[in-house]
């Protein structure tokens, strides 16, 4: 009988060469120094937020592909998303590239979700290389799913600011020497009746919760087997209540527990509870944990990126905040 949601990859797809972008705001973080390009400006110098929001994709895929001598042509796969309207700065994005497209929506567990997409048909014997990841660009964003920019509404402690940053990785069959994706487990859909998009850390929460301990059962595995297991961007608020939530079902939570948006803007209040987006867990997972795998800091790391599925027309409808987490684990080999 095959396990639900359990996948384990007998070949161990590698994460050969990754890619990142970010906005000038993105200087913030403390990881900026490990970004691969940082633009002055939020618009790229373009005309709207998503056509700079598709130039932080095309920059992000380039730069990877760059990093192990190939080209968009030399690529089978482009596996991508975003959360604008119908996913357009990845659908503009993949037009310029000309990369074989398959647009995938999982909100901000996107660069989770396409990591595992990448690593099945890796495995299939069905691609020698193909891009994955996930973007977000703050203003596009923030005016489609909470209040436009421009009405400076005040937000609470609970809100998150999302982050403008593009993150790819090129996922090809096994290299020594480079992180390897090893099994993973995806997530169902959680949903325990919130309706707050300035609370979405509490949201996801209990998603990222059930994904981790069915990863860990069903993979038989302990937490203490890992050098860090990380999550998405649950924030500050989020991150809180989902050690709790794990505390409750008997897994042992320690300082190996770190989550990109809550870290992603170091303390700094002006962020409240830290950052979220597509683009938070795919900037944070393709920089500081390859860069630590590689440098041999990490050895085993479980990776676990949350979304909440609503759209503004469920918001406006008033309809609770479905949320997904996938979890994907990578190993040095």
Known sequence: MVARGLLTFKTTPSIVATGVTAGPLERKSPFVHQFDKVYDDERCGLKTNEHAHAKMIEDACMIALSKIDLIPSDANFLLIGDLVNQMTPSNFSASTLGIPYIGLFSACATSVSSLLMAALLTEAGMSNCAIAGAA???????????????YGAQKGETAQWTVTAAGMAAVTPYKKGVPSIKCATIGCVTDLGMTDPL??????????????????TGHG?????????MTGDLGKTGFELYKQLLGNKGVEVTDKFRDAGAEFYSNDPTFLSGASGAGCSAAIYFTEIIGKMVAGEYKRVLLIATGALLSPMSFQQGDTIPC?????ELTMK
């Open 136 to 150: 977000s660009q703050h203003n596009a964003i923030e005016r489609q799913f909470r209040y436009p920019v421009e």
């Open 199 to 216: 609370n979405m850390g509490a949201a996801m929460a209990p998603a990222a919760a059930d994904t981790v301990t069915r990863h860990l």
């Open 324 to 328: 997904i987490a996938h979890a994907v």
């Open 221 to 229: 595995m302990k937490a203490s087997d890992y050098d860090c297991i």
